[in-house]
């Protein structure tokens, strides 16, 4: 087994060690010269036996024929001393389901051998009649040995050599670097026969260390490379063999074999390493020569087809996504920026960032700190003053639904959730850019707190900053962005220079190209007075808008939107004045929507709002109410101050009609309707007032007589403020029907069918249930108990039922009779039949209270109270609206205040809409108020949050720590934010 290195120094450096014990002592190093696959291990060593466990590196498997070849190998270790081969026993096999592979072995300490093919060699011995004689140090062998040693060594360096070509050949076959390197780290192991191998190269500072290894993990591996190159990498005694990978280029980092600890290289060894290590160095020289030809190839190609996609472009937006692009491809980046000047802001402001292989990579988060500030449903705040700073974000908004659009009317891709700003005050980085038109590079460590702060958030380690300048003026930036650090040599190089400069300047001229083409654009498809879309872009939109909703089942609503009283404007003021408040009318209207919502201006005085996704009826009015308040607040017009107000129409998406003609036609419908009722107030598209159907009205029956028994009855509940002590001290029930194909319908649209039919009795006994059960889980939570106010109609007074009912409920939620007030509006007709005065004194028995609502309205007057027992009067809304600083205003709120406390009774006033209004009925005696002030008609689970969240903050007192917790849709405030529609709750009339 060891005869083939007879006369090497691998027989000479075994044999130096002295006797076979030794070699054995040595054993785990010596094997390495023979093994690859496997590892030896002396557990035990005596002058003539030993025992050795074997075992297997990790990711090989045991075979026997590894095992008959471990116990020839050890059999002949003896040998080399000139003794008898050595018996070997295998107590236990890993190839035959042992745990490893544990061997005896044992030898004659004195005695000579022959090998097995008894050939005369230096080892031969004779053996005499028990004697033994000891043969020649030295023998020569007879000629057929040397013939067969010869022609080994042949064989060895034909298979050596073949190895060598094969390499060779490997470098013109592929041109890929990874193939390349493992083919000549795999050769270089064969050739070197070592256990353990790896080759660590770098093409350049910037990129990663490269590995292929063997016999290592990967975490091994990596730790290992860090020590060969260092400068003088440890050789650990020899028993690791390093050369360089250097060619005449430039040194690229070593290749490395490694045998255990004590075991060393031979001569040979290391000139065969040194020759793959040569190999190394040249394939990474021609691979990287490819390389380089190919990245100039493509950075044409990329120049070249930037060139031709600036030629078709027609907006910004596709000029600076075209050299996103290109970017990466041109300068190796890993993701690339466009940011464009914004003159309004003051600000650059990007599109999406494209990463190298030319996707998109959005931004988390919006930057933006112009963005005017929004309720939870997302429309800005009407009532915050719209004539200092928030002025610049209207401008945006405005700005921003104008270049949503391109020259066909249709939207560009909107990235507004991926627009990244870097305000120029902010940045010194930018201001530098700006003066100086220098390339700079940037790294993560930059002193510009924001823009690090942004290099941080996206993972950039360095970027390269660009500015895009024409001959006068700054348009914006560029950057190339890289997730590790760059050489701050790079700008240094000409070529990568005149690339990047070429890039922006031909970004420039595009840039430059584009804006007029947009400007043109923006005047076929935009008012020339407001900035705002036309009724060609309306149309458009709405189109797109409308085959949106018909995909995903959505809705959604028009608002029409005319001045009242505009003429006069123009006439006393001039026409001038009355182009400034278009424009001012324009900004508030816009300032009320949210950001995907268009404003247009139809024409004079008309505007029309998309409301896409907005269909619940609250939302609709609150919106209504926000602009109505926004456009009562006075125009100043040069110098001169004008009040105007508007009327609103609204048509909702598919219940009102399934065109843009048809929505806008109906709500403009609406929009007359609010006209009538004497302007400044809004209407919805009713169908029961505006189309004759009568079928229609016929399925709406049949449809309620199902809307109980199908749960599709809601009920809101609308606050009581006591104004002295700041609690809530009651709420009204209102009912509203959640229809299944027509939405949310308002009392208005249902309560007078129902009251032509018993169904009426079977509703609002519905309601009186679910109002105490309501009250019963308040008082359960702590809350202190309310005033319950229900609205009652004729037919309830008249029915035995509803009585028991109302009274059952009572009883079965253990709550105080007085608690609950029922409310008489001008639909309740008094009869004096027994049967309904029985119904009325049985409830007044029983502690039920009445109170007239609407007070001081034609229908709802003095003349009821002869005929109920009245306990409370809710003066009417048109009475407290007129409320001012003035005392005539006030007259009739303390006539009425004080008639009531002269009967004994309590005053409620609806309707309250300002803090004004709130302070002169506390002035006046009116101690109680509902209204939009304090908090619009709210869910179960709102009032409960708004009970215990001011029941926490009484101590404070005041006003203000209601209105801070009542506007829980963020609508209701006491800052005034409420609209003005006249009522107190969503038509606590209508039920």
């Known amino acids: 087994m060891l005869r083939q290195y007879d006369g090497t120094e691998v027989a000479n450096l075994l044999r130096s060690l002295g006797s076979p014990k030794e070699v054995l002592q040595n054993v785990t190093a010596a094997a390495a010269k023979f093994f690859t696959v496997s590892t030896l291990e002396a ?340 009532n915050a003053n719209i004539d200092t700073e928030d002025a610049i974000a209207t401008r945006d908004k405005m700005a921003s639904q104008a270049d949503r659009s391109d020259q066909n009317g249709t939207d560009s891709e909107d990235d507004s959730g991926d627009i990244l700003a870097i305000p120029i005050s902010a940045s010194p980085i930018v201001q530098k850019l700006m003066s100086s038109r220098d390339i700079i590079i940037v790294n993560n460590d930059t002193t510009d707190s924001y823009v690090r702060d942004i290099l941080e958030r996206y993972g950039i380690q360095s970027t390269l900053m660009a500015p895009i300048f024409t001959s006068d003026k700054f348009l914006g930036i560029v950057t190339a962005n890289f997730k590790s650090n760059i050489d701050p040599n790079l700008l240094s190089n000409r070529e990568l220079r005149e690339r990047i400069i070429a890039l922006s300047d031909q970004a420039a001229i595009s840039l430059e190209n584009a804006n007029l083409l947009q400007q043109v654009s923006h005047m076929a498809w935009h008012d020339a007075l407001t900035g705002l ?205 959640r229809h299944p194909t027509r939405g949310l319908l308002e009392p208005a649209s249902f309560i007078e069918m129902a009251e032509e039919t018993d169904l009426i009795v079977e509703i609002d006994s519905w309601v009186v249930k679910e109002t105490c059960k309501q009250a019963r889980r308040w008082q359960d939570i702590g809350i202190p108990p309310l005033q319950l106010a229900i609205n009652v109609s004729t037919r309830d007074l008249l029915s035995q039922e509803y009585v028991e009912n109302l009274l059952a409920a009572v009883e079965e939620h253990d709550l105080n009779p007085s608690l609950v007030e029922l409310e008489l509006t001008e639909r309740v007709v008094f009869d004096d039949s027994s049967t309904m005065r029985d119904n009325v004194d049985r409830l007044q028995k029983a502690g039920v209270r009445f109170s007239i609502d609407d007070f001081g309205t034609g229908a709802s007057g003095l003349d009821r109270f002869g005929t109920f027992p009245i306990s409370t009067l809710k003066i009417d809304r048109s009475f407290v609206q007129v409320l001012g600083p003035d005392d005539q205003s006030q007259t009739i709120i303390q006539a009425i205040t004080g008639m009531a406390k002269d009967l004994g009774m309590s005053c409620v006033a609806e309707g309250v809409e300002t803090s004004t209004q709130s302070r002169v009925l506390l002035q006046r005696g009116c101690t109680t108020a509902q209204g939009f002030f304090f908090s619009p008609p709210l869910m179960s689970a709102d009032v409960e949050r708004m009970l215990i969240s001011t029941a926490t903050a009484q101590d404070a007192g005041g006003l203000g720590e209601i209105g801070s917790s009542a506007g829980l849709d963020g609508s209701a405030g006491l800052d005034g934010s409420a609209g003005l529609d006249g009522s107190s709750g969503v038509g606590t009339a209508n039920r």
């Open 43 to 382: 557990l035990e060593v005596g002058d003539a036996h030993a025992i050795v466990r074997a075992a297997n590196r990790p990711g090989y498997q045991r075979d026997i024929s590894i095992c008959d070849f471990t116990k020839g190998l050890l059999s002949q270790v003896p040998v080399l001393f000139g003794l008898l081969p050595a018996t070997i026993i295998e107590s236990e096999c890993a190839a035959r389901g042992g745990r490893f592979c544990l061997y005896s072995v044992g030898w004659e300490e004195h005695q000579w051998s022959s090998f097995v093919d008894e050939r005369e060699s230096i080892y031969t011995m004779a053996w005499g009649s028990g004697n033994v004689d000891e043969a020649q140090a030295e023998v020569e062998a007879d000629e057929s040995t040397q013939i067969s040693m010869l022609n080994a060594q042949v064989q060895q360096l034909t298979e050596r050599l073949q190895d060598v070509y094969g390499t060779a050949a490997d470098l013109l076959a592929t041109d890929d670097l990874d193939s390349v390197l493992s083919n000549v780290t795999r050769r270089a192991a064969h050739a070197v026969n070592a256990p353990r191998y790896i080759l660590a190269v770098q093409l350049n500072p910037e990129q990663p260390i490269s590995l292929h290894h063997h016999g290592f993990t990967q975490q091994e591996a990596e730790a290992i490379a860090l020590e060969i190159l260092q400068p003088n990498p440890d050789t650990r005694g020899g028993s690791r063999l390093i050369a360089d990978v250097r060619s005449k280029r430039q040194y690229y980092g070593r290749i490395a074999a490694m045998y255990p600890e004590g075991s060393q290289f031979l001569e040979q060894e290391r000139e065969a390493l040194s020759v793959y290590a040569n190999y190394a160095a040249t394939a990474l020289d021609m691979v990287t020569a490819l390389d380089d030809a190919r990245r100039s190839n493509a950075t044409s190609s990329a120049l070249l087809e930037f060139s031709r996609n600036l030629a078709k472009t027609t907006t910004t937006y596709e000029v600076a996504k075209d050299l996103s692009l290109t970017v990466p491809r041109v300068l190796g980046s890993d993701t690339s920026s466009v940011l464009l000047w914004d003159e309004s802001s003051q600000s650059l402001r990007s599109i999406k960032r494209i990463t190298s292989d030319g996707q998109l990579a959005g931004y988390d988060e919006s930057i933006n700190t112009t963005e005017p500030s929004q309720d939870s449903s997302g429309y800005a705040d009407a």
């Open 533 to 737: 879309p036309n009724r060609r872009l309306l149309e458009d939109r709405a189109g797109q808008a409308l085959v949106q909703a018909s995909r995903s089942g959505e809705t959604l609503s028009m608002f029409f939107v005319d001045l009242d009283h505009f003429k006069e404007v123009n006439d006393i003021l001039g026409h001038a004045s009355g182009d400034e408040l278009i424009r001012e009318v324009a900004a508030r209207l816009t300032r009320a929507v949210r950001q995907q919502d268009t404003v247009a201006r139809l024409g004079g005085d008309e505007f029309a709002i998309l409301l896409p996704g907005l269909s619940d009826n609250d939302a609709i009015e609150a919106l209504a109410h926000r602009m109505l308040t926004s456009l009562s607040k006075p125009f100043m017009l040069y110098g001169q101050e004008a009040y105007v107000t508007g009327s609103i129409g609204i048509a909702i998406y598919p219940r009102d009609g399934n065109t843009y003609d048809e929505l806008l036609s109906r709500a403009d419908s609406a929009m007359y309707r609010s006209k009538g009722l004497g302007r400044n107030t809004f209407q919805v598209f009713d169908i029961s007032i505006d189309q004759t159907n009568s079928s229609d009205a016929m399925q709406l029956e049949r449809d309620l007589h199902k809307a109980l028994e199908n749960n599709q009855l809601f009920i809101l509940y609308q606050p009581f403020i006591d104004l002295e002590t700041a609690k809530v001290v009651g709420v009204e029930s209102l009912v509203r029907w």
